[in-house]
């Protein structure tokens, strides 16, 4: 499995908004958010009623209420805050620092570092990716449960050991026009699953939930769950992958530590049979190596998942 951990740097807004924020001047146009299509509210006290469940990871198999607790978040978010994951807040806490030492090494000594995850010596964050496949594994195998299909039916179109764990370190420098400027824009992610380690305190990730943007709180000790493009399809639509997006913040860097767990490129990635019926006909066509699809519509700026979505009349 170690073998399989690719670790990357986020793409974030980077220098040159750092440089601005000092700097005091206007934002570069590049990093200026036009109007985007996927809903635009924000915030606002209204909303404050819709929060991000919390699911306790060590009560799937035992508590009947927690599953239906998962199944009801992945059918309406498709996110959750994962807690009970067997995970200290000191290893956490360890798994934060080994991000920042990365985020400070020059480039040639990041490329250096990610080849050497690649050979096992990643200690700390080989040992944290093991663990959040273990969490991972089971929460597929749970979701499965709670939609009372076969329990690896989710999980064995991930293609076994060749599925690929990605870690991508995002580091979000302050910024000096939160209200101009996106640390991530509007996305869906084209994993199976994502589970992210959030900055202790600095918050910043927004989830869009009935067309509004809701706030993701930082529970330090918690791991941010959520589904991507992939798990939609393989649950006919049943699960959500959900947009979210990254707000800046005027005085604090932030960062935090994504892990992204898609299927196997060969494997044919699908909707569960089981979840095919007269009254939810199938949704999506079975597909091979989402990421090259995903990659494409992102250039071409459509919507991935609408270009393997079945046309029923
Ligand atoms: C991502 C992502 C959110 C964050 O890396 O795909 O959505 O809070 N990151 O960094
Ligand atoms: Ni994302």
New binding site residues.
């Given amino acids: 499995m170690s073998g399989n951990v690719v670790v990357s740097e986020?793409k974030?807004v980077g220098k040159s908004v750092q440089e601005m924020s000092m700097d005091g001047d206007e934002p570069p146009p590049q990093f200026v958010v036009k109007e985007h299509p996927f809903g635009s509210k924000q915030c606002n006290s209204s909303s404050e009623s819709i929060h991000i469940p919390i699911i306790d990871v060590s009560l799937l198999l035992s508590s009947e209420q927690e599953l239906l607790q998962l199944r009801s978040a992945l059918a309406s978010s498709g996110c959750f805050q994962a807690v009970g994951h067997g995970m200290s807040s000191s290893f956490l806490e360890k798994v934060r620092e080994v991000a920042k030492q990365f985020f400070a090494l020059p480039v040639e000594e990041k490329q250096k570092y990610a080849r050497a995850v690649n050979e096992s010596e990643g200690e700390t964050l080989e040992e944290f990716s093991i663990k959040t496949k273990a969490m991972m594994d089971q929460l597929l195998r749970s979701m499965a449960r709670s939609l009372n299909v076969e329990e690896n039916s989710f999980l064995k179109q991930f293609g076994g050991d060749s599925a690929m764990m990605q870690a991508?370190f995002?580091f979000?420098p302050p910024c000096s026009r939160p209200d101009m400027v996106l640390?991530?824009k509007p996305?869906t992610?084209r994993?199976g699953i994502?589970a992210?380690l959030?900055?202790a305190q600095v918050e910043?990730?927004q989830v869009l939930i009935h067309d509004t943007w809701i706030n993701?709180p930082a529970i330090p000790d918690a791991l941010?769950v959520?589904l991507g493009d992939q798990m939609q399809i393989m649950s006919n639509g049943i699960f959500k992958s959900p947009m979210?997006?990254?707000i800046t913040n005027r005085e604090k860097l932030?960062?935090?530590?994504?892990m992204?767990n898609e299927p196997d490129a060969e494997a044919e990635v699908g909707p569960v049979e089981a979840l095919i019926n007269g009254t939810r006909p199938r949704m999506y066509r079975n597909v091979k190596n989402y990421g090259v699809i995903n990659y494409q519509c992102y250039q071409e700026g459509k919507v991935a998942l609408e270009t393997v979505r079945v046309a029923h009349n």
């Avoid at 932030?254 to 994504?258: E, F, H, L």
């Fill in positions: 986020g974030s991508r995002n979000y640390g991530v996305h992610d994993s994502t992210l959030q900055d910043g990730l993701v941010v959520n979210h997006r990254v932030r960062m935090s530590v994504a992204f």
